[in-house]
């Protein structure tokens, strides 16, 4: 008995040592992460940072444009794979940071700098849950590790251009801000570029029709509509303006006032009855940019989410839209961190939330093995993704 006892504590003893060693590179990654400016389309050194760690670590990967991924090492085709996903990206910082945003400062047990939490955190607490499994021999399915890009801009350079390139995916774990809580559905998203067109002239005299009055009335019903749905369910449309620009001088009433509306949407509606409903109710001309998200959701009853749930994580619809939109396979978004600190000043994650991150997804993973050893590809047959 002291013999086996003496075995199991020096295991417990390996992997303590292990998961810390796992800990402290994510975040010595997330630190140099954050001292590179990774704008939407501008992600080249994040990417080669990324791909440096990994190939330090005699990973393998694969590239294509500012986007990395691999597999683990004994990949076996007749296990199904799960993709392991998070951005590199970060959105461009507010004018209302104290801190220098691309100066990783640790206080008080918070990790703070731009895009720690979106979607940092996620990021490097995915590349350590990759790594803990990469060299095991025993798993009942495959990892495919994607760094991707051009996440907040919904580029094309992005996720999207390496989906075909990639080996088929049974599912996926996009890593997000959520408070390690799976979102098992997210809204789609639309952005609609609008124009309220007037008649320039003096502003001195009763001359010209103000263009910034016309977009006011618009404006104000972007705000305030709430569109049909049974009572006691969430609002299934959210518009939001979230630009304007209009004026070329203090003395000439503008002809034109151009604003941007953001647009979040669940199944309830789809892009064209939205679309048609702000026509019929506006007088501005709208342009719908490209690249619309679509709202998205997995089978409650799939064993990703049956795992989660039995360690604990709760399910939730989430407001916000990610990656997980352009995906064809089933999926879930979850990560360390707080959606409601994303594309806020000063942005930071607790360093504990970074640890519990990396600790979740590997119960997370562990807990898929029983629904996956005995027969994986026929345990992912339940579901297929549903999208408008």
Known sequence: MKAVKAIKQNIEQQNFIKMKQLYEQAVSLLEKLISIRSFSGEERVAADAVEKFLNERSVSTIRKFNNIWCYNKYFDQEKPVIML???????????QYVNDPFEPLIKEGKLYGLGSNDAGG???????TFLYFYERKDLPFNLCLATTAEEENSGQKGIRCILDDLMPISFAIVGEPTNMQLAIAEKGSM????ISTGR???????????????????IAWFSTFDFPIESNMPNPVK?????????LQHNIV??????????????SYTAREILNTIKNHTFCDTTL???????????ILHPLVKAGIAIGRQTYISPTSSDQGWLEMPSVKMGPGDSARSHTADEYIYLSEISDGITIY??????????????PKSALQLDEPQHN
């Open 85 to 95: 996903n998070s951005h590199l990206d970060t959105v461009k910082p507010n004018s």
């Open 289 to 299: 940019r490209p690249n619309v998200l679509t709202p998205s959701s997995i089978d």
């Open 362 to 375: 590997i119960d997370l993973l562990e807990s898929i093995f029983p629904y996956l050893s005995n027969n």
């Open 254 to 267: 503008p002809g034109e006032c151009h604003f941007t509306v953001d647009i979040r949407f669940d199944h």
């Open 239 to 247: 518009m939001t303006v979230t630009q304007i620009n209009a004026g």
């Open 191 to 194: 952005v609609l570029d609008c």
């Open 200 to 218: 320039s002239g003096h502003a001195a005299r009763e001359e010209g029709d103000n263009a910034i009055y016309k977009a006011i009335k618009d």
């Open 122 to 128: 996620p990021l490097v607490s995915l590349i350590s």
